[in-house]
């Protein structure tokens, strides 16, 4: 199982001290987040896309390259890249790229974004976004396995003996996670392709994320890739952790009542309650995220969300120390107890490239 964390990427004031970062401050924080993560032990680093102030990541593979020119180990991700906007085969060309300089330590998650006024700057109508994601990720999932693509459809332009350059590192594309926060045919999409499913679930009851993940299990299955449990999930959370609980919740609680994406809303208790969030000590986190096995079956990848709503970065770096040195390792653990052995591993660039090479079959990870 793979253990990491997430960015969203946001610049937002520190309640506590009314500082904003600057833009500059902001990416080189990602940054030093990202080599922290590396430094503790953590599996993955993913960032986010966003073309909209407050966010900064605009370019994801640009800020990963550069991650991963100075890492050795980390697997290096997106919480979203967005195959509605961007051109499939620009995507098809940036990520192949970024494989071959991180010698395979690279993959990608689709998602829609759920931004409407970004849409037209990119050329695109946010009612047309799952005919986009459909139709986009299908082109992008020949450019990666074909070597010559005829391509015509809605919305672009057709392709006539067209290859993608560079082609995939060792010829296994980027595995793929396809990312939802609530809707039932983009866990289709990730079923019907064998893909991973990531449920994002950090803002909405456990209950809303079962059903999603249950539907792209059975469809998973029914498409012929494996038992519902060999699908490949990954979920998403979110933390704060001090020695103690109080602590935690009193140092949390001015963010989390003035954060963006969730402040001025529920409390925090409720949010705690009925959401993933956990604000506590390291043991309350642990238990927390060991009843998600509980609620959505063995997984593959968990990612937290700890750099949002105006934490600086020196208590992002000392919440990243906690997880690694006293979080992690325990989850590790436990979660490997009792693991089924037909369940699979995380899936990873030198395991694919070893079964396409033992079976002819890099794509099904369960295979």
Not at 289 to 310: I, W
Not at 312 to 324: F, N, R, S
Not at 333 to 338: H, I, L, T, V
Request: hydrophobic share 35%; aromatic share 10%.
């Amino acid at each position: 199982m793979q253990f990491g964390i997430f960015t969203v990427g946001d610049v937002t004031p520190d309640p506590t001290t009314g500082t904003t970062p600057t833009e500059h401050e902001r990416i080189r924080s990602m940054v030093a987040i990202a080599l922290k993560a590396e430094e503790v032990g953590l599996d993955v680093f993913a960032t986010g896309e966003h073309h909209n102030p407050p966010f900064v990541p605009s370019s994801p593979t640009t800020l990963l390259g550069w991650i991963a020119a100075r890492t050795e180990r980390l697997i290096l991700s997106t919480s979203t890249t967005l195959i509605t906007t961007n051109d499939p085969v620009k995507i098809a060309e940036d990520f192949a790229m970024l494989q071959h300089l991180t010698e395979g330590r690279v993959d990608v998650m689709m998602g829609r974004g759920n931004t409407g006024p970004v849409y037209p700057w990119f050329g695109q109508d946010i009612r047309q976004g799952i005919p986009l994601a459909i139709e986009n990720y299908a082109l992008l999932h020949r450019l990666w396995r074909e070597d010559v693509v005829d391509w015509n459809g809605r919305f672009r332009t057709p392709l006539q003996g067209f290859t993608s350059t560079p082609r995939p590192l060792d010829g296994v594309p980027p595995f793929v996670w396809h990312g939802s926060i609530r809707s039932p045919e983009i866990a289709e999409q990730a079923a019907y392709y064998g893909d991973g499913f990531f449920a994002n679930n950090i803002f909405w009851p456990r209950k809303h994320f079962q059903k999603l993940i249950r539907l792209y299990r059975e469809r998973y299955a029914q498409y012929g890739h494996g038992t519902p449990e060999q699908a490949i999930v990954g979920l998403g959370g979110q933390v704060f952790m001090r020695r103690n609980s109080q602590d935690a919740v009193r140092e949390f609680r001015p963010y989390f009542d003035n954060a963006p994406v969730y402040g001025h809303g529920p409390s925090l208790e409720e949010f705690t309650r009925e959401t993933p969030l956990t604000v506590g000590s390291p043991q309350e986190v642990i238990e927390k995220t060991l009843t998600f096995r509980e609620s959505f079956g063995d997984y593959q990848r968990q990612l937290f969300l700890m750099d949002h709503a105006g934490l600086p970065l020196k208590t992002v770096l000392e919440q990243l120390d906690m997880l690694g040195e006293e979080v992690v390792p325990v989850l590790r653990k436990e979660f490997a107890a009792g693991r089924p052995a037909d369940v699979p591993d995380a899936p990873t660039h030198a395991a694919r490239a070893a079964r396409r090479d033992a079976e002819g079959a890099p794509d099904d990870p369960a295979a």
